[in-house]
């Protein structure tokens, strides 16, 4: 069962912004963490951001300082705030939900950021 759908993507030219949202389903949205993954074209799906439970942020450090990653429980949303994009951050992007140390394998739609002069 897929609880998690990604919408927000969109073309985009390089330093714009874009937000990127999640929401999840089927879970109590508050104890559990949420990262975001993105697969570009031909290559492997990897880490963008992280935020945990309580809050703690983690970002692959070619984002950081660029993308922020943010959680509203109530309205049981996670966020991707992506400023000054770059063309390589043309992908389809993902969201994973886990708890603890284990995160879920069962993977969205996504949604396809396209970043183009």
């Known amino acids: 069962q897929v609880q998690v759908v990604e919408s927000g993507g969109g073309s985009v030219q390089p330093g714009e912004s874009l937000r990127l949202s999640c929401t999840a389903s089927?879970?109590?949205?508050?104890?559990?963490?949420f990262a975001w993954f993105r697969q570009a074209p031909g290559k492997e799906r990897q880490l963008v951001a992280t935020?945990?439970?309580?809050?703690?942020?983690n970002y692959a450090d070619s984002v950081k300082g660029r993308f922020t990653i943010s959680r509203d429980n109530a309205k049981k949303t996670v966020n991707l705030q992506m400023t000054n994009i770059k063309p390589d951050n043309t992908a389809v992007y993902y969201c994973r939900m886990g708890y603890g140390s284990a995160w879920s394998n069962n993977w969205g739609q996504g949604t396809q950021v396209t970043v183009s002069a």
């Open positions: 935020i945990i439970s309580g809050g703690r942020k």
């Open positions: 089927g879970i109590v949205f508050s104890n559990y963490n």
